[in-house]
């Protein structure tokens, strides 16, 4: 039973650019959230998705977008990149319903020079 | 808004030490209360989680947490540490109510455990 899988492992960008990260759930799960961890910081969240919809949305600006695709996979999108976008960027899944619980990926580390 | 603040952001032991670490947060409704471990170049992992019920949590790998709601703290805690304790260690809390669920972190604490 795969667990949470996230990819690309590393990433380099420069100001400006563009970036998309891709993640696949838990076997079983239907509903992906995606975090920013920076350098000595918790996770923040930034967005969830669910049947292929934005549910929530943390306070990060219109630049971070997502999708979710009928595999449940998703993908986090960020343009006009800056260099405070440098992070740690996890994947989380779950299944629907107030009780259940997040389990992680790896994360994809983006530096932005 | 909830928050969450974990006191002790560097904690160095030696093996055998006991080890309590600090969470508290604010939110005045039930909350759901988490811990998570980051073990060097690994992926977050669930430690414990309390829900409801017995206010004292055992988790994995001999960890405990307690939930003491008068106080809005949920300490962590281990009577013997290993060196393989040594990683970066989250308290989360999310609200059960207005239909959020997304769990708000600490900013970690961070045990090295010295052999």
């Known amino acids: 039973d795969a667990g949470v899988t996230q990819s690309p492992t590393h990433l380099i960008k420069t100001r400006g650019q563009q970036v998309t990260l891709r993640c696949s759930p838990k076997s079983g799960h239907d509903t992906v959230s995606w975090y920013q961890q920076a350098l000595g910081q918790g996770p923040q969240f930034i967005f969830q998705?669910?049947?292929?919809?934005?549910?929530q949305r943390g306070n990060f600006p219109d630049r971070f977008s997502g999708h979710q695709f009928p595999n449940y996979s998703s993908e986090l999108n960020v343009n006009a990149l800056l260099l405070g976008d440098s992070a740690l960027y996890l994947c989380?899944?779950?299944?629907?319903?107030?009780?259940?619980?997040?389990?992680f990926g790896p994360g994809t580390r983006l530096l932005v020079l | 808004a909830q928050s969450v603040s974990q006191h002790n952001h560097h904690v160095i032991l030696s093996e055998a030490a006991s080890l309590e670490l600090g969470c508290n947060y604010s939110y005045g409704g039930t909350v759901n209360l988490f811990w998570y471990v980051q073990y060097p170049g690994q992926h977050l992992q669930l430690l414990l989680k309390?829900?409801?019920?017995?206010?004292l949590v055992k988790g994995i790998k001999g960890f405990e947490a307690e939930f003491i709601k008068s106080k809005f703290s949920f300490n962590l805690r281990k009577p013997s540490v290993q060196w393989s304790d040594t990683a970066e260690y989250f308290c989360?809390?999310?609200?059960?109510?207005?239909?959020?669920?997304?769990?708000?972190f600490g900013r970690g604490t961070s045990l090295i455990v010295h052999p």
């Open positions: 998705y669910y049947e292929e919809e934005e549910r």
């Open positions: 309390y829900f409801s019920g017995d206010p």
């Open positions: 989380a899944s779950s299944s629907q319903g107030a009780q259940e619980t997040q389990y």
């Open positions: 989360a809390v999310r609200s059960t109510s207005g239909g959020s669920y997304i769990p708000t």
